[in-house]
């Protein structure tokens, strides 16, 4: 358990949380696309099949998935009073990352993958365009027969998303945004999320600022153009409660863009911002923009 893990885990054990919210608050804070409706939890139909996979898994969980509905993929409940909904919520917070390296540095690379020259071509306008969500990513992908183990028995997974931004790069394809990695600071440095398109690093700024959203206790830094990204730190330092502090931040961020009303406000300034340039490949700058008059009634 690294210290974003840790510090969260603390907290969630000391919340008082019970039931269902406290089961809504691990699979959040862990990075999963929870909701609470009809006095139950279920994950949303943003979830990648593999979110579904990791969380049958966990002992005292029970996941069904539901067919055919248009915002339910599964529901979720605590499976067992054997063992205590606290240690079931703290096993979800655990879910295994993603650690390459000894500093714990997390790669994740989304379903569009393009590299040299020619990325930024017209034909790249055209990809974005045709693009409608976003890659959509696992939390933590399963290997074959449900292992996520390396050969050496370590809890290790290849694409798996670190706890203190999952929800937020979960949350982003909602929001029309493909990002391509992402990095948690694991508590000891910033965290940041990498854009995939130009253009994407510039929408999801302009949605940032259209929704007036102002962090309480971090920094978030845009870094726009063909290398977009951005990065959160903490504004207290990074002990402890500096650190939870950003978590909050990036938590409170990427739950407004699960409201069903933004995601449907997003995408239809999306569209009305696409057909302002048509085929024609716009700049970052120019399109950000358009971006910021399209979503002004957001």
Not at 9 to 16: A, F, M, T, V
Not at 225 to 247: F, Q
């Amino acid at each position: 358990m690294n210290k974003t893990q840790r510090i969260t885990n603390d907290w969630l054990r000391q919340s008082g949380l019970q039931g269902d919210e406290l089961l809504l608050e691990a699979l959040l804070r862990r990075g999963f696309l929870a909701f609470r409706e009809d006095q139950s939890v279920w994950l949303g139909t943003g979830s990648h099949i593999n979110d579904l996979r990791v969380l049958h898994f966990i002992d005292g969980l029970k996941v069904e998935p539901v067919a055919g509905h248009p915002d339910r993929m599964a529901l979720v409940t605590f499976e067992s009073e054997c063992i205590k909904h606290e240690d079931i919520a703290s096993s979800i917070i655990q879910i295994t990352e993603n650690h390459f390296s000894e500093d714990g540095v997390s790669y994740r690379l989304g379903e569009f993958t393009d590299t040299g020259p020619s990325v930024y071509m017209t034909q790249i306008w055209a990809r974005y365009r045709s693009m409608s969500w976003g890659a959509k990513m696992a939390v933590c992908p399963m290997r074959e027969k449900g292992r996520f183990n390396d050969t050496n028995g370590n809890r290790t997974a290849n694409n798996a998303l670190d706890l203190g931004v999952a929800l937020l790069v979960k949350a982003f394809p909602l929001a029309r945004v493909a990002t391509s990695s992402s990095c948690d600071g694991h508590g000891a440095d910033q965290a940041y999320i990498s854009f995939y398109f130009a253009w994407d690093a510039c929408w999801a700024k302009c949605v940032f600022d259209a929704l007036e959203f102002k962090p309480a206790s971090s920094n978030w830094i845009w870094q726009l153009g063909h290398d977009g990204t951005l990065s959160i730190e903490p504004a207290g330092g990074y002990d402890d409660a500096a650190v939870k502090a950003m978590l909050d931040d990036i938590q409170l961020f990427a739950r407004q863009l699960l409201n069903q009303s933004t995601i449907n406000n997003i995408g239809f300034a999306r569209t009305r911002t696409l057909e302002a340039f048509s085929s024609y490949k716009p700049s970052p700058e120019r399109f950000a923009d358009e971006a910021k008059r399209q979503l002004v009634f957001l």
